[in-house]
T-cell receptor, first 116, second 114 residues
Framework: GAVVSQHPSRVICKSGTSVKIECRSL??????MFWYRQFPKKSLMLMAT?????????EQGVEKDKFLINHASLTLSTLTVTSAHPEDSSFYIC????????????FGPGTRLTVL | QKEVEQDPGPLSVPEGAIVSLNCTYS??????FMWYRQYSRKGPELLMY????GNKEDGRFTAQVDKSSKYISLFIRDSQPSDSATYLC??????????????FGKGTLLTVNP
């Protein structure tokens, strides 16, 4: 099956620093990747849609200057949380749609971000 | 009113029980309905996918969609301890490509006791 990886799986950082999270499709090409965040006992909330070679589309209420997304290739998208604050602590999950597939997103294992 | 409502549980059942999980939604434009299973500290994995109203069966799992009532269900027969996880319903207006945005419920935490 299609495999999506994320790195790192867990990161702890100080307030004010920037953190980069990578999302890779290991065995397929993905023209579209999505970034979600998930708070404890809450839904996955879509943050942005990332398309290879173009700017990401952000959902309402998500600060694009704070959450920088770069979809540099058909197998890699990165999310950078800039000037992180404790309220940014969350579980960040990416998903990817394989080229040619219509009805399924494959999710990564998630990255746990803790900002001290 | 939230777009998708799902009772977070927790739900605890004995092994072999039939489990019923449900979601309601408010946006009648949703066309695609999914159930995902998420183990602790892992990403969701797709269990069932249904387009529009109707039933779909896959092994021990049955998904039902009633668009007139804006209500979807997932039934698990002969539940096993390995089914213990959080079950998330998700819905989409469109399929495919960058328009395939999913709206999730909160998830229901299920524990199947041996």
């Amino acid at each position: 099956g299609a495999v999506v990886s994320q790195h790192p799986s867990r990161v702890i950082c100080k307030s004010g620093t920037s953190v980069k999270i990578e999302c890779r499709s290991l065995d397929f090409q993905a023209t579209t990747m999505f970034w979600y965040r998930q708070f404890p006992k809450k839904s996955l909330m879509l943050m942005a849609t990332s398309n290879e070679g173009s700017k990401a589309t952000y959902e309402q209420g998500v600060e694009k200057d704070k959450f920088l997304i770069n979809h540099a290739s058909l197998t890699l998208s990165t999310l950078t949380v800039t000037s992180a604050h404790p309220e940014d602590s969350s579980f960040y999950i990416c998903s990817a749609i394989p080229r040619g597939v219509v009805n399924e997103q494959f999710f990564g294992p998630g990255t746990r971000l803790t900002v001290l | 009113q939230k777009e998708v409502e799902q009772d977070p549980g927790p739900l605890s059942v004995p092994e072999g029980a039939i489990v019923s999980l449900n979601c309601t939604y408010s946006n009648s434009a949703f066309q695609y309905f999914m159930w995902y299973r998420q183990y602790s500290r892992k990403g969701p994995e797709l269990l069932m996918y249904t387009y529009s109203s109707g039933n779909k069966e896959d092994g021990r799992f049955t998904a039902q969609v009633d668009k007139s009532s804006k209500y979807i269900s997932l039934f698990i027969r002969d539940s096993q301890p390995s089914d213990s996880a959080t079950y998330l319903c998700a819905m989409s207006l469109n399929s495919g490509g960058s328009n395939y945005k999913l709206t999730f419920g909160k998830g229901t935490l299920l524990t199947v006791n041996p």
